[in-house]
């Protein structure tokens, strides 16, 4: 028989273990906020009809997509988790409690140009809060509260959120006779990364004169920190009720962000931040670590008024946030930001017995061990004690337990801490303290 | 714009969040043990290389599979997690550390007739161990061990393990002159479906004497309990090197699975257990819910001499167990056999503020909650108390906090307990006492 070469498509991550228990941390991490904060998980098939994918229409999203070629329906894996979100809601409304505050965590496919860190199967992260008919601003500051406490338990403290609301340039625009609201905020969003002076030649493209392209940029530069942008705000009395919502929410979001325990370093009323999408109606988030900017947003999100206009005739307002962790995994390790967290990996423990007679033994350590809920192992294989050591080394385990002759016969183990060096006989018992919080 | 119908395909496993829920738990219970045990997560891409896929051949399975239309290689979804294992062995074997003990919870994919309790989205829990051209037979008996233990914390303690080893039958077969092995074994692990005639039919098809056949027969039933089976086994005497080997094999399992800790009651040495595939080549693993048999296995796997034999010359020799989990999970439910973990799911608590002037008291409250690692929700929406009350209800929360005028001026709250169902005011670090411990 002839052998197939072992190898993986283009554009998908996968880790050696080593790394993998570090993505792991950052993801059980995620999802342990998640639940504390009050959000229940869905998991969703990973493949949906294509009528239900491309239910707001094709563009570059219908180009993207993973088709499958499977019976008669028309379908394909989801390249997000919104659209299935949206999907459930509508689908079991009637079961669900109302504002539905649900996050899942799952594998998403888009057929993506090759390229350094960009996934074509990557894990998104999501929380939404969907109301039905109505749901409290309110809502909105909790969002950036879970995430802060989330990347503070993986040891990144710079985080800085970037918050707007889409109803302020809106109702400006408005107020300055600019109607082309879409347009306007979709080329302000590219503002950061194409610079001014294509923005102003983009915006004039759009018909907008250079008179209120001025005012434009007059307006997204007010303040100087997040008092003054406010006050400034304030200031320029504008009649406009679209604009006097959003003042009124930007406000609040601001306010309850630092009741919820975001600090008022970790926040910047950013009026640039506009986000891409059609689909946001007021507040906008990004994330930024501060000092690695190149990183981009690490995560970002919104409030809508609809979530399910497809699907349904009923309005669900919600608010979500999404991390897109593969990529965001990718660069922190890059950046060498999680090597804080890399010793907050629960402890190993590997029993070496030293002949194949010490085996016995070795297993009745290992199952106390585990009785205690100690994570534990043994190796089982035959070899010089030089190959069980290297073993545990490549392992990098925290702590080992020989058991040799000497052992068995006095009931007692060697037990070595790597991190000390220290290495002693001692009664199980006494070890079991030992690695449960006591010390050596 | 017309409205699409919310749906999913058929033959997809979707819950609502009370389900969900206690799925999790099940899931979580599988991988805390499975890492308890030394066994490290490999996360590997749902999409394969269909030359990887089907390198063992089509058959049954290229008909079942989903194949990817996109790019010009040929692609398709995983339908089980051991091609993904025998391809990660095989390419990174330079970078792991034999033996090499992996698990990996995740989707798989076949295209089955839709049935009730089968599903063509299902997640399969695998754990094995993997050496590198050796691998010692008591790593077999590890095996049902961590099962063992993840069945009784989710409080299922009628496991009956069923456990043979193909080198018996084999060498018997050979020593009774009978060739067509694979024939024979595949033949016998229908037995229990469809009944002694129908295999004795099958069996005369494939050109065994009828007197051969009660050869068989007599071998398979030999003995009443493990002991006496391995007794019989000794008395057959019989000089075939594959018989003696098998019988010293099926001891060692069978002594090591008690001695890393499963009950001798759960226990059964079964000669009938040959499982279909080839594959295997020693030991032999199904596990049944003792007065539940017609859930059928709920846990199967063995030994195998070479893992990637498609991908690499050299010998990977191992030992598995996977776990059906969707199936299974459907099951359980159905016979109600999860009810006991129900009340194992975090505790839940609600903070209701009674107006929403009580909001930031409210906010107060669960911040402080949430930092002592108190899972903590609040209702922030306007309503009548009736109205907050029904939510909390449908929540199944296990507490509330009730915030009102009162409360916040005397900084305490009024907190219910809805099993006992007393209410009364306390100071919010009573109740984080009361809650992380204490008592009422």
Chains 1, 2 share one sequence.
Request: net charge negative; proline share 2%; glycine share 8%.
């Amino acid at each position: 028989m002839s052998l197939v070469n072992p190898s993986i498509l283009p554009g998908f991550m996968e880790l050696l273990p080593e790394e993998q228990k570090l993505f792991d941390k950052v993801k059980n991490t995620i999802e342990k906020n998640f639940i504390k904060y009050g959000f229940v998980n869905i998991d969703t098939p990973l493949i949906e009809k294509e009528e239900i994918l491309l239910s707001k229409g094709g563009g570059e999203t219908s180009k993207q997509i993973y088709r499958i070629d499977k019976d008669s329906t028309a379908q394909a894996l989801r390249f997000d988790l919104t659209v299935s979100l949206a999907r459930y809601v509508s689908m079991y409304s009637n079961d669900l409690n109302f504002p539905f505050k649900r996050y899942q965590v799952g594998k998403v496919y888009r057929g993506e140009r090759n390229q350094k860190g960009r996934y074509r199967e990557f894990y998104q992260c999501d929380i939404d809060i969907v109301g039905n008919e109505n749901l409290s601003i309110i809502n909105d500051a909790e969002l950036p509260a879970v995430i802060f406490n989330i990347f503070n338990e993986l040891e990144i403290t710079n985080l800085l959120f970037r918050i707007n609301n889409r109803k302020l340039l809106g109702g400006f625009l408005e107020s300055i006779q600019v109607f082309d609201f879409e347009g306007v905020l979709r080329t302000i969003d590219k503002l950061e990364k194409i610079g001014e002076d294509k923005t102003r030649e983009e915006l004039l493209k759009l018909d907008i004169s250079n008179n209120n392209i001025d005012e434009i940029f007059k307006f997204i530069k007010l303040g100087h920190d997040n008092e003054s942008v406010l006050t400034e705000l304030d200031k320029l009395d504008i009649g406009n009720d679209t604009f006097k919502l959003g003042l009124e929410e930007l406000k609040t979001v601001y306010t309850y962000m630092k009741k919820f325990g975001v600090n008022e370093e970790n926040i910047k009323i950013d009026l640039t931040i506009t986000r891409g999408l059609d689909y946001y109606t007021g507040t906008v988030f990004e994330t930024f670590l501060i000092g690695y900017e190149n990183i981009g947003s690490v995560c970002s999100g919104g409030r809508y008024d609809s979530l399910a206009n497809n699907f349904s005739k009923r309005a669900y307002p919600g608010v979500g946030l999404s991390i897109g962790l593969t990529r965001l995994f990718y660069q922190l390790n890059e950046a060498k930001l999680l090597g804080n967290i890399k010793s907050d990996i629960q402890k190993e423990i590997l029993i070496l017995p030293m002949d194949q007679e010490n085996i016995d033994y070795g297993i009745e350590v290992l199952k106390k061990l585990r009785e205690n809920s100690i994570k534990a192992d043994i190796y089982l294989e035959k070899g010089k004690a030089k190959k069980k050591f290297a073993y545990a080394d490549k392992l990098g385990v925290n702590y080992t337990i020989i058991v040799g002759e000497k052992e068995e016969n006095e009931k007692l183990v060697t037990f070595k801490d790597f991190e000390s060096g220290k290495q002693d006989l001692y009664k199980i018992e006494e070890v079991i303290e030992i690695i449960n919080g006591g010390d050596l």
